[in-house]
């Protein structure tokens, strides 16, 4: 089973700030099997970056996903109002889907 | 645009059976995708329940795979949900969603609070 580690646990910033998020697997993720998720309160998760580092459809290009192997990143750039909110990983390259435990933006 | 639709009893009584369906609209569910079931217990994380193939083929995850069982209606586009034997430990909102194996869970559901109490 494939563990996801997330940090920081809460990253505090400012809208028009930069940022980045980690995202850390036990073990390589196959092909890259690696997304990336946005939940809102009282929202479902959106789907933002998948294979890495491809942008779901609609997804703002201030949102870039890189990585490969063990270590991944989310970055948004120029950090808008309605970013804030919780980011998911979540790896599919096992059968497990298994999610890391988020990693909340919120306003400084 | 495929969306999906949960719904079910908003409260189960304990040792009792938790059944939620999903309904499909926009898209066939008959397609190259996975329809999937993900709970996340309140202010918690998500946690993947298990997915269903048109063709009936399933995977759960191993840690409910005891308690759950997942079903497809593909004529009328509906999967659903059953778990048995609940505990205030199942308590949380239950999503229905696509996934592809290319992308990953592309649409959700808007999510079902299911509470677990007497």
């Known amino acids: 089973e494939i563990v996801l580690t997330q940090s920081p646990g809460t990253l505090s910033l400012s809208p028009g700030e930069r940022a980045t998020l980690s995202c850390r697997a036990s073990q390589s993720v196959t092909s890259n099997f690696l997304g990336w998720y946005q939940q809102k309160p009282g929202q479902a998760p959106r789907l933002l970056i998948y294979?890495?580092?491809s942008r779901a459809t609609g997804i703002p290009d201030r949102f870039s996903g890189t990585g490969s192997g063990t270590d991944f990143t989310l970055t948004i750039n120029r950090l808008e109002p309605e970013d804030f909110a919780v980011y998911f990983c979540?790896?599919?390259?096992?059968?497990?889907?298994?999610f890391g435990q988020g990693t909340k933006v919120e306003i400084k | 645009q495929v969306q999906l639709q949960e719904s079910g009893p908003g409260l189960v009584k304990p040792s009792g059976t938790l059944s939620l369906t999903c309904a499909v609209s926009g898209g066939s569910i008959s397609t190259h995708n996975w329809w999937t079931w993900v709970r996340q217990p309140p202010g918690k994380g998500l946690e993947w329940i298990g997915e269903i193939y048109h063709t009936g083929s399933t995977n759960y995850n191993p840690s409910l795979t005891s308690r759950v069982s997942i079903s497809i209606d593909n004529s009328i586009s509906h999967f659903s949900l059953r778990l048995i034997s609940v505990t205030a430990a199942d308590t949380a909102v239950y999503y229905c969603?696509?996934?592809?194996?290319?992308?990953?869970?592309?649409?959700w559901g808007q999510g079902a609070l299911v509470t677990v109490s007497s």
């Open positions: 294979g890495a580092s």
């Open positions: 969603a696509r996934w592809t194996d290319i992308t990953g869970f592309d649409s």
């Open positions: 979540q790896e599919y390259a096992s059968t497990r889907r298994t």
